[in-house]
């Protein structure tokens, strides 16, 4: 008896392209050599990105400064749009802005993208994003992986991660030691809602009230899709340069958790920061999100942002120095509220008042 032929069981089969994937490589590379630093050694393509580290010779106690992000349920928007190239932004922005808290340098970054399907254009979409936020960030882009994930993830499904690492001066570095009674805390605007608390969004927004992602909605001035998938706002190099400029205590980005609960993560024991709600309006995305969901305003402040993205807290007479270096930058930023001796009854931080 003849045996019938039967086909052997393949990678591609199975869902895996790697011809895809490697044409994904091909076409991602000149955004990556947007973002190389002179102490980035070899190119895209290796098992590790190399980086000079006696690039750090000239400090004196060097302290390295490393975190990792996501952007959560915001790539789903960015999926359902079929836009790829903003969400890199919102990457970059939450690992360096973690990274700068401390008064580090960004130095360099690697990403993760998990994909249902590699489509090239897509993935290299998704890897410019990154590269353009390396560039905003001052940090290089030396590695990532792509990884492709067929019966686990849908065809146009993706998520994205990366992890980065700084540099600071150990007696340059910032935090809780450094902060007075009678310091200032100056607050930086945020872009909209940044990169946090978009499964409540998305629940109220979308499957709640059912609005569309391209139906326009007049007190936003522009699409509800274009608005949610507004870039985070980069600040690395703004909180750098204020340093150069101010004498700065401390930074705190604010992500999820909100406002109090970021600012508390910086605040010392013994002292309390007090932000007035008074001291500004935070955008319509906001509001849009409470009203719509009927949100009390203690969730929507444990949620989002609410319109603030860093905090640094300054003495006070750093303070008009301080705000003209940020203006001067074209940042927005305001004095917020101040620091004072912890009470029996407060705690780390709080917001006090009403919205302007």
């Not at 940090?139 to 990884?147: K, N, S, W």
């Not at 999100?289 to 993205?309: A, D, H, I, P, Q």
Request: with cysteine; proline share 3%.
């Amino acid at each position: 008896m003849s045996e019938s032929p039967v086909s052997g069981a393949s990678y591609a089969a199975a869902g895996v392209d790697i011809e895809a994937g490697d044409r994904a490589v091909e076409l991602m590379k000149e955004w990556v050599k947007k973002t190389q630093r002179p102490e980035v050694l070899g190119g895209l393509g290796g098992f590790a990105g190399l980086f000079d580290a006696s690039a750090l010779r000239n400090y004196e106690r060097p302290l390295l400064a490393s975190a990792t992000d996501g952007v959560g349920t915001k790539v789903d928007i960015a999926r359902q749009l079929g836009v790829y190239d903003t969400i890199g932004h919102d990457l970059v922005a939450m690992v360096m802005d973690d990274i700068v808290v401390c008064g580090a340098e960004p130095l360099f970054m690697t990403d993760y993208i998990c994909v249902g399907k590699v489509h090239p254009e897509r993935v290299a979409a998704i890897v410019k994003g990154i590269a353009e936020g390396c560039v905003l960030a001052g940090c290089a882009l030396v590695g990532g992986e792509t990884a492709e994930h067929p019966g686990l993830l849908g065809a146009d499904d993706f998520d994205v991660a990366g992890a980065g690492t700084g540099v600071v001066e150990a007696d340059r570095l910032l935090g809780a030691d450094r902060i007075r009674t009678g310091d200032a805390v100056i607050a930086m605007a945020s872009s909209g809602l940044h990169s946090n608390g978009y499964s409540l969004v998305r629940h109220v927004l979308l499957n709640q009230a059912g609005l569309a992602l391209d139906a326009r909605i007049e007190e936003l001035g522009r699409t509800l899709g274009e608005e949610l998938l507004e870039p985070t706002k980069i600040y690395s190099l703004d909180c750098l340069a204020l340093m150069r400029t101010a004498e700065v205590h401390a930074f705190s980005h604010i992500t999820g958790g909100g406002l109090a609960a970021n600012l508390a993560r910086v605040i010392p024991d013994h002292l309390h920061a007090t932000v007035d709600r008074a001291t500004w309006t935070p955008g319509p995305i906001f509001d849009l999100v409470g009203r719509t969901g009927s949100v009390e305003r203690l969730e929507l402040e444990k949620t989002l942002n609410m319109g603030v993205g860093m905090i640094a807290i300054v003495p006070q007479e750093s303070v008009d120095v301080a705000l003209t270096a940020l203006a001067d930058r074209g940042v927005e930023a305001w004095v917020a509220g101040e620091i004072t001796e912890r009470g029996e009854h407060t705690t780390g931080a709080e917001l006090v008042g009403d919205y302007a």
